[in-house]
């Protein structure tokens, strides 16, 4: 370590349990951030701060003026840059040394995973059920451990599982849908706790590099605001866990034939004549429109209603964020050949700024 590095620490290393070894481990560690928000923002500079040799940020999005109050890399000029590239350079400006990779794309199911062998460990600081179980059973493919946390509203929650899972993530939420959480779009969050969730994960991290021995993998932890309230839960392990129990061959997401990804989609559309579905509401499509799209809110569908489309085209479902348009799939059963747009609107739009449009 050189001298200044040596100054940089030097306080931290004075911690009895981490000294110049413990962080000499933490210097030759790398940790894998998906999703650079409320929760991945405090994630990594804790861990950039903590001398973390490598870190990996993932994420597609750009900065929105809805994401400042609690996304704490970020400042009114970075607004409509990458945040990847952003919390980059934040981070560089705190830890010049620092090895920072960034993947500027949305992890799903259908991606290529194989860039995760070179990970120590990962942090999950989505805020879908589809993108947690996703990570959850790609960190167990590949065995890598987890720390995953969630926010809604003023609560505030976060855990840590091995990389045999036993428990994991599915085990503490077997089998949730969309609709029984919200995102912090849809339900509100208070940035405070997002911003103390995500140092929550980074310690956990931290200390799991240090001595993966000293570690609860069986806890769930949850943290209110009012009454401020600090408490643990045990998460026992579920035998017939289809992510990391005697169902472990089951894994495979029951919707992974009827999701396509942007990239798949616009190779659809060179050899087929396809609809675009926008099942989003009205108001929705106004602010944010998508040309070419034939419109059909998801609340129609639910009504009984259909889409004025022939029943042998083939369709590809849109809402924001590709979890509506995954559930619209069960309304149109009449339809041949029908799929839902992985990571919905938010996903295409940034898809066509970097490369093209329609």
């Known amino acids: 370590m050189n001298t200044d590095k040596e100054k940089y620490f030097q306080r931290q290393t004075l911690v009895p349990e981490i000294g110049q070894e413990g962080q000499k481990k933490w210097n030759e560690s790398s940790v894998l951030i998906i999703g650079v928000g409320g929760l991945g923002c405090p994630s990594a500079l804790q861990l950039a701060l903590s001398g973390i040799g490598r870190i990996g940020l993932m994420d597609f999005d750009v900065v929105d003026v809805s994401n400042l109050h609690r996304q704490t890399l970020f400042t009114w000029k970075d607004i409509g840059r990458k945040k990847v590239e952003v919390a980059t350079e934040v981070l560089k400006n705190h830890v010049p040394w620092l090895q920072i990779e960034i ?20 942090l999950d600081c989505t805020d879908t059920i589809l993108s947690k179980y996703t990570i959850n059973e ?9 720390v995953t ?16 899972g036993k428990p994991c993530y599915r085990c503490l939420f077997p089998d949730l849908n969309e ?12 940035g405070i706790q997002a911003t103390l969730a995500g140092t929550y994960q980074a310690s956990l991290a931290l200390q799991y590099l240090l001595n ?3 570690i609860d993998f069986n806890s769930v932890y949850f943290l209110e605001w009012n009454p401020l309230s600090f408490y643990q839960s ?5 035998p017939e866990c289809t992510a990391c129990g005697s169902h472990h061959q089951q894994i495979q997401n029951k919707w992974l034939n009827q999701e396509i990804d942007v990239e798949g989609f616009l190779r659809l559309r060179l050899n087929t004549s396809v609809t675009l579905l926008d099942v989003r509401e009205n108001e929705e499509i106004i602010l944010s429109p998508i040309p070419e799209t034939f419109c059909f809110p ?7 209603e259909l889409p004025d ?18 559930k619209a799939l069960s309304y149109l059963s009449k339809f041949k050949s029908k799929y839902s747009l992985i990571g919905g609107r938010k996903v295409l739009s940034q898809y066509l700024n970097d490369h093209k449009p329609f």
Do not use: H, M
């Not at 993947?103 to 990962?122: A, M, Q």
């Not at 045990?234 to 579920?238: A, I």
């Not at 998801?298 to 009984?304: D, F, V």
């Open 103 to 122: 993947y500027s794309e949305f992890l799903n199911p259908k991606s290529n995973i194989d860039f995760l062998d070179t990970w120590d460990i990962v």
């Open 138 to 146: 790609i960190c167990l493919s590949k065995k890598i451990p987890l």
């Open 149 to 164: 946390a969630s926010v809604f509203k003023t609560s505030a929650q976060f855990a840590i599982f091995s990389e045999d």
């Open 179 to 190: 609709g029984d959480t919200l995102s912090c779009n849809e339900g509100g969050v208070l």
């Open 212 to 214: 993966p021995n000293q």
């Open 234 to 238: 045990k998460v026992d392990k579920n």
């Open 298 to 304: 998801l609340s129609e569908l639910e009504k009984g």
């Open 309 to 326: 489309l022939k029943y042998d085209q083939t369709i590809v479902c849109l809402c924001e964020t590709g979890v509506r348009s995954k």
